[in-house]
């Protein structure tokens, strides 16, 4: 599906028109028309997107969707990318991270906060010997 399809059928579960989503943006009605009718040869701003999604109450997998089709990623997504090349250790972490299935990543943050919290216990013993 493309962007503007994405959009139209959440927009229509929401029972919202697109002149009510316009109002709401504050965006002028053809604009955002033409932006759900997949009728500009880009995609809209991550700021866009995102005053869409919040507007509409979108849920998360909604907001993914939205952001995935326009091919964009959330802030948070990329302030971790940007922390990524700041410190290329994390980058064979990120790829292995992104293979894994999503069993196994449970399993390795019960075990990453296993470990922090041994870690945590062996500071405050030694703080207090």
């Known amino acids: 599906m ?13 029972r919202k028109t697109q002149r009510e989503v316009a109002d709401l943006i504050g965006m002028d009605y053809g604009y955002y028309s033409r932006i759900e009718n997949d ?6 701003s991550r700021e866009t997107i995102e005053k869409i999604i919040e507007k ?9 969707e939205l952001l995935a089709a326009a091919g964009r990623i959330d ?6 990318a940007i922390k990524a090349v700041e410190r290329p250790e994390l980058r064979p972490l990120f ?4 293979e894994t299935p999503k069993d196994e990543i449970a399993e390795l ?3 990453i906060n296993q ?7 062996k500071e405050n013993q ?3 010997d």
């Open 2 to 14: 493309t962007f503007g399809q994405i959009l139209q059928k959440i927009r229509r579960a929401k």
């Open 39 to 44: 009728k500009f040869d880009y995609k809209p």
């Open 56 to 64: 509409l109450d979108c849920n998360d997998d909604e907001k993914a």
């Open 75 to 80: 802030k948070e997504m990329e302030e971790l």
């Open 95 to 98: 790829r292995a991270v992104v």
């Open 109 to 111: 943050f019960d075990l």
């Open 115 to 121: 470990h922090k919290q041994e870690k945590l216990k």
């Open 126 to 128: 030694d703080a207090e």
